[in-house]
């Protein structure tokens, strides 16, 4: 009896150590499984961002630069009003907004005559006019025509107020004005 007994519990060690390798097997090829998911879904999720990530710069580049604006600060100005007595003035920035990098290039050559023309045109403000948004309004529109006139390029008369009379456009042979805009970025007056 002690022969069969020493070949009974010899013969459940076998059956027990089959048992755990199946399961660790098993948990083996679960933990596979889940991080070769968890691989997939994060690839995925990275390729999402760098998807996206690569439509930004080249919605930059995808750009015709014929019809990106190019943005040009000038340099902060300091400018004595207008007003009675004369103890007002303004602090002024200004960014032009232009029609392409040629034309900013252009105006570079132009910009101690066109910085003069746009003191002059502020200088003649008083500050009530500098503070109410229809004064700003016509000073950009003041400033677009004073850079158009210095440039050559075609000049709309800013005078022509009435809505039934066209503007009166003076004659020339180049191009329409690529000068789009005046944008203020600072304005302080005192």
């Known amino acids: 009896m002690s022969a069969a007994a020493a070949t009974a519990p010899a013969a459940e060690a ?8 199946f399961i660790i097997i098993g948990v083996v090829v679960l933990a596979l499984i889940g991080a070769a998911g968890a691989l997939f879904v994060l690839k995925k999720n990275t390729a999402e ?4 990530a690569d439509d930004e710069p080249a919605a930059h580049v995808a750009k015709d630069p014929k019809t990106a604006p190019v943005f040009m600060p000038l340099e902060n100005m300091v400018v004595n009003l207008a007003d009675p007595g004369g103890g007002r003035f303004i602090q002024l920035g200004l960014t032009l907004q232009l029609q392409d990098a040629k034309t ?25 006019e500098m503070l109410q948004v229809q ?3 016509k000073l950009a529109k003041d400033i677009i025509a004073a850079i158009s006139n210095e440039m050559g390029y075609e000049v709309v008369d800013p005078e022509a107020e009435h809505a039934d009379e066209k503007p009166k ?4 042979k180049t191009p329409p004005n690529p000068v789009q805009a005046v944008l203020f970025s600072s304005l302080i007056v005192q």
């Open 14 to 21: 076998p059956k027990k150590s089959k048992k755990l390798l």
């Open 49 to 52: 961002d760098d998807e996206y």
């Open 104 to 128: 900013e290039a252009d105006v570079k050559i132009y910009m101690p005559s066109i910085r003069s023309q746009v003191l002059l045109l502020i200088s003649q403000r008083t500050a009530d």
């Open 135 to 137: 004064g700003k309004a």
């Open 169 to 172: 456009k003076k004659k020339s």
